[in-house]
């Protein structure tokens, strides 16, 4: 065989100066950004990224070779941009937790583009105008509030108003509201194109504790909920706790559900806190604490394969009677309801005065429908063969996972009818 030794040697010497080369270009273009940045100037320049790849396309003498050189800059350029934000945030998918976040926006995301703002019609506007003036082109979307906007007739409305406002694979979303638009809007920056950057500003305490973190988006499908998703990691979520002061105040306990489901699972301190007759503290500190719990949980199991189930207690049962209660009944209303068959005793005994005082309903006040929820619950993607995983807690802080047949989840979900509920209590 002819010696390669030469040619090998070539492409080592090229590869090493590509390396030094790449870490060069890195560097200057993140230098570039801070000045700008330091000057109130927009960071991106399109014309001048346009002129970037033509020039540098035209250097390469082999006509056949220049898409590709231009295709390898455009992704080169991508790069450099991704580089920028985790040295302008801190790190990548990174979750900011601050006062007053939403007003200086520009300065801790990429807004220096085409944003594509979705909001719903029941988040005050001035915090989608306040973003919107932020971005150096920004399009806002608003869909109806509500479950109904979680359905894939709203998806496709979005996805076909993005591809008709002009999006392009270096545009981006930005999630302006709660749960609903969160997921909505995730899955169609999903779907977008490949897959396109999102940014998620949640205004419910429910989408600030949990929802927003994780990447999981998803629409309903033929009455299953999230039946249809994706993981898909926003760039960045901001969370400004200021927009709470409009939140309406059985929201507000909507959300701290999911708070005292981690608490439950996770950490025994903040649950003593829930307990505090005083209260419970600065909101933020709430949001802190579950926030490191949740980004934990995921980080050790992104995909749902095994710890992240742990973020269902409570949602087993709590989808069941969400179905059933036909719009009787909020998510972290459903989940509440859902923790109290699936704890100890001494768990539960603790668990219902602090669910009462939080607001939330501590049994089913309206004529459950058995089946409906039974249907619900084993129609849930989380079912299992030869029974329905369940999360339990024996004790504060800690969680098992068992199974239940139907049977055992008739029984559990008839412990939180009126007479069962009170006459266990007595
Ligand atoms: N992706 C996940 O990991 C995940 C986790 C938990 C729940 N979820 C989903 O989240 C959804 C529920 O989210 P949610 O509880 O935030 O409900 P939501 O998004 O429906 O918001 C509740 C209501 O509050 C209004 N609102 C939002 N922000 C406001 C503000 N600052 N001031 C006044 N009103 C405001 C909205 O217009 C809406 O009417 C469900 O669809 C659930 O499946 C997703």
């Not at 944003?115 to 869909?143: H, I, K």
């Not at 989408?207 to 999981?216: F, H, L, Q, R, T």
């Not at 629409?219 to 400004?240: E, R």
């Not at 619900?376 to 030869?386: M, N, T, W």
Request: hydrophobic fraction near 45%; proline fraction near 5%.
């Amino acid at each position: 065989m002819e010696d390669l030794r030469g040619p090998r040697q070539e492409i080592d010497r090229i590869d090493g100066e590509l390396a030094r080369l790449f870490e060069a270009r890195m560097a200057a273009a993140a230098e570039i950004a801070a000045r700008k940045r330091a000057l109130g100037l927009p960071v991106r320049d399109p014309a001048r990224e346009r002129e970037v790849l033509e020039q540098a396309a035209a250097r390469i003498e082999n006509p056949a070779l220049r898409p590709r050189f231009a295709a390898l800059m455009e992704a080169l350029m991508a790069q450099s941009r991704d580089y920028q934000e985790e040295l302008n945030t801190g790190n990548p998918n990174s979750i900011l937790p601050e006062r007053g976040a939403l007003r200086r926006a520009a300065s801790l995301l990429d807004l220096d583009r085409r944003v594509f703002l979705v909001t719903d019609d029941g988040v005050p506007v001035q915090y989608t105008e306040a973003l919107a003036a932020q971005c150096r082109d920004a399009t806002v979307y608003t869909v109806p509030r509500g479950e109904g906007s979680k359905s894939p007739e709203s998806l496709t409305a979005l996805l076909e108003a993005m591809l008709r406002a002009g999006l392009t694979r270096g545009d981006c979303v930005a999630a302006v509201g709660g749960g609903v638009v969160g997921d909505l809007a995730g899955l169609a920056a999903a779907l977008y194109m490949r897959g396109i950057d999102w940014y998620n500003l949640p205004t419910t305490l429910l989408a600030m504790v949990d929802s927003s973190v994780g990447g999981k988006t998803a629409v309903n499908l033929g009455g299953v909920k999230n039946a249809a998703g994706a993981f898909w990691q926003p760039k960045a979520v901001l969370i400004d706790p200021e927009v709470l002061d409009t939140l309406p105040r059985r929201q507000r306990s909507n959300g701290l559900a999911e708070a005292v489901k981690m608490a439950l699972t996770h950490d025994a301190q903040l649950f003593a806190r829930f307990e505090n007759p005083a209260g419970y503290g600065p909101v933020e500190e709430i949001i802190a604490a579950c926030l490191r719990i949740k980004t934990a949980v995921v980080a050790a199991d992104e995909r749902e394969a095994g710890l992240r189930r742990v973020l269902n207690f409570g949602h087993t049962l709590g989808h069941g009677l969400e179905a059933a209660a036909g719009g009787r009944l909020l998510h972290g209303e459903a989940v509440a309801l859902g923790m109290l068959p699936l704890c100890a005793p001494e768990v539960r005994a603790r668990l219902i005065p602090v669910l009462e005082r939080l607001g939330l309903p501590t049994y089913v006040n309206f004529d459950l429908d058995m089946d409906k929820a039974l249907e619900a619950i084993c129609h849930d993607k989380k079912s299992v063969e030869g029974g329905v995983e369940t999360v339990f807690v024996p004790a504060v802080g800690r969680f098992a996972f068992q199974t239940a047949d139907l049977r055992e989840l008739k029984a559990l979900l008839s412990t939180l009818t009126r007479q069962q509920a009170l006459g266990n209590r007595h």
